[in-house]
């Protein structure tokens, strides 16, 4: 069976390059002169250069033609997956829909599948998640992704079609831990880049993880996750890779403010809303989550590295 991938970004190109090693897959880019550029090229020079694309892949810009495939993958940034829902309906509307990426919407606190479910209540939501590079997976480097789906059933049949030979998918019926996994990381990716920029050593970064993953945890449980998915890869291996690697944005973002340096405002950097909106839910939750409210003022500007460091060392001191 075919599928679509919606989004021609770095990480939906990469899906649809390693998709298509099982069949025809079809890469839906929303800019007309983006396909075009795509069909000459046969690459996608800005954001994947130097890896091809197959000849099982093909591009369009007509949503319609690329929904005409039962199983959709949504490689949209978080903020903008409401409004491609909202845009299309009609035609996503009795899909299955696999969303592919990881955040906490702003205006509502919801993720991924919460909001697929809002949005279209008819289709199938799934999601994909956990630790992986779009330059790894296109290039056919092993990577292994959680695929959480409410419906076990589906989950079996989708973990078998998107299975290729360098995604290994292990799939759960657990979707809220999937989702919380996935976005807090980011969030204290920022966090273990703004440590490593502002010098202060591997050891505070790897005691900043280990409290960061508990507060990873105490947010999904309470939202009701089940907490071995947290330790999984859409948690535990999504955070390990993100705060430790140059190539996360989040990582990007957290090191240039650790070093007083300006970021590319164009570059997506989901953890930043996902820093806002998981503050905000924190705060109604009454849920203690100082290191996200601590990333959520320095991506403000409404507080110093120095100030930063400060006020979490000044912290109580307590049972671990």
Partial sequence: MSIS????????????????????????????????????????VKRLPGVPLPKGLSITDSITEAAQNQTLLLAVPMQRLRSLLNDHCDILA????????????????????????????NAQPALLTGPSFAADIARGLPTALTLACQDARLGKHLQQQLTTKNLRLYRTTDTIGAEQGGALKNVMAIACGAVIGAGLGDSARAALMTRGYAEMQRMALACGARPETLAGLSGFGDLTLTCSSDLSRNYQLGLAIGRGESFDPTITVEGAATARAATAKADEMKIDMPITQTVTNLVGQRLTIADAVAQLLARPLKEE
């Avoid at 989004?7 to 939906?12: C, L, P, R, V, Y």
């Fill in 5 to 44: 991938v919606l989004g021609s970004g770095a990480f939906g190109t990469a899906l649809a390059i390693s998709l298509a090693g099982n069949g025809p897959v079809t890469l839906w880019a929303r800019d007309p002169h983006q396909a075009k550029a795509l069909q000459a090229t046969r690459e996608n």
């Fill in 94 to 121: 009795a899909k299955t829909l696999v969303a592919c990426c990881k955040g906490i919407e702003l205006n509502t606190g919801l993720g991924p599948i919460a909001v697929l479910r809002q949005a279209l209540p």
